[in-house]
Nanobody, 125 residues
Framework: QVQLVESGGGLVQAGGSLRLSCAAS????????MGWFRQAPGKEREFVAA????????NYQDSVKGRFTISRDNANNTVYLQMNSLKPEDAAVYYC??????????????????WGRGTQVTVSS
């Protein structure tokens, strides 16, 4: 059973930075496309960023382009989301997801088979 555990969330002022981590069991990260999604209260879960299995491609939601960076460390079976210039509208629970079936950096949550429990990001204005 694949397990994903997110960490690194917290409270930050607008304009600040956070780095989220997603630790995976087994060799999940090296075998999967990985993604980050987020869900704010009263809203649907939305795509944030993804990285393909071979790390050759990344994909970002338009609102985070130039501010967020997704990366992976296969040796440590971890995926990261570096978030800079945070805005109040970035506040949400952030979820890590793994897609071992599909190697592409998809923005569709239906392509991801495994999910973490999320980490809360709060941005004060």
């Amino acid at each position: 059973q694949v397990q994903l555990v997110e960490s690194g969330g917290g409270l930050v002022q607008a304009g600040g930075s956070l780095r989220l981590s997603c630790a995976a069991s087994g060799r999940t990260v090296s075998k999967s496309a990985m993604g980050w999604f987020r869900q704010a209260p009263g809203k649907e879960r939305e795509f944030v960023a993804a990285i393909s299995r071979g790390s050759s491609n990344t994909n970002y939601q338009d609102s985070v382009k130039g501010r967020f960076t997704i990366s992976r460390d296969n040796a440590n079976n971890t995926v990261y989301l570096q978030m800079n210039s945070l805005k109040p509208e970035d506040a949400a629970v952030y979820y890590c997801a793994a897609s071992p079936r599909f190697g592409l950096a998809r923005n569709d949550r239906n392509f991801y088979d495994y999910w973490g429990r999320g980490t809360q990001v709060t941005v004060s204005s």
